[in-house]
């Protein structure tokens, strides 16, 4: 539906879950899509199985989005072989859910390391060859949580908020250079984020969204594509919610 050909991509977190949906949608849509993952190279591997498969391009990318050095060395590295990034898809985040008095400094560190300074680690080493292009996308992966808060999740939540004001400030840093930032705010997800959660917690989940169902990765995977596209062009500074109506 919408044409990516001749598109760099970069989807961290690629390997697994939403960020493999997302993976394979943009290669779908023509894009080279550059797999990041931190650890779990069978997974990878899987993802890319399944692009190359549907006849799609896509390349492995392996770095740690909450290490500086490792994203520098990482993209650096991409952007000599393939001269630029157009479309970087901040996907990959970490929950280590626990009420404020069980909230450890190695968890809190470790989440904002990974779902809010590498988000800004990566758009920093992309953001220079988007400049030159006077072309870029960034998508940035949020969370239903961020918004409506949520009991157990105070570290997850602020920092999927934090990741919000990171968008609109980007937005109108870069918009008269041609690159646009936004937002997807996913509700509850079927992904192994989401696995360990009991059937009660589930169903709870399912009683309080307004669609009656836990999304899919590729209705998520979906808005980031649209997103990416050219028929998203006036679209910068947004948040696109795809939460089955959970919070509106
Ligand atoms: P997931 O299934 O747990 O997968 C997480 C992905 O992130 C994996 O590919 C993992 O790589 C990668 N990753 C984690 N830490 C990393 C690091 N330091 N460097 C590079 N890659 C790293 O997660 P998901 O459910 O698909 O969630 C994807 C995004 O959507 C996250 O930002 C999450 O917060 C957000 N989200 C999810 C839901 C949901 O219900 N699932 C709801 C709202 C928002 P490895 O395979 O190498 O471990």
Known sequence: MFDLAGKIAVVTGGSRGIGRATSIALAEAGALVLINYRSNEDAAKHTLGLIEQAGGQAELLRFDVADPESVDRGL??????????????????????????????????????TNVNGPIYCAKACIRPMMK???????????????????????YASSKAALLGLTR????????????????????IETDMTADLPDAGKQGIIDQTPLGRIGRPEEVAAAVVFLASE????????????????HV
Not at 169 to 188: D, K, M
């Open 169 to 188: 400030t980007l937005a109108l840093e870069y918009a008269s250079r041609g690159i646009t930032v936004n937002a997807v705010a996913p509700g509850f």
């Open 231 to 246: 028929e998203a062009s006036y679209i910068t500074g947004q948040v696109v919610r795809v939460n089955g109506g959970m």
């Open 76 to 113: 650096k590295e991409a952007i000599e072989r393939h001269g630029r990034i157009d479309i970087l898809v901040n996907n990959a985040g970490i929950s280590i859910d626990q009420l404020l008095l069980r909230v450890s400094p190695k968890d809190l560190d470790l989440t904002w390391a």
């Open 133 to 155: 292009k006077r072309w870029g996308r960034i998508i940035n992966l949020s969370s239903v949580v961020a918004e409506s808060g949520n009991p157990g999740q105070v570290v």
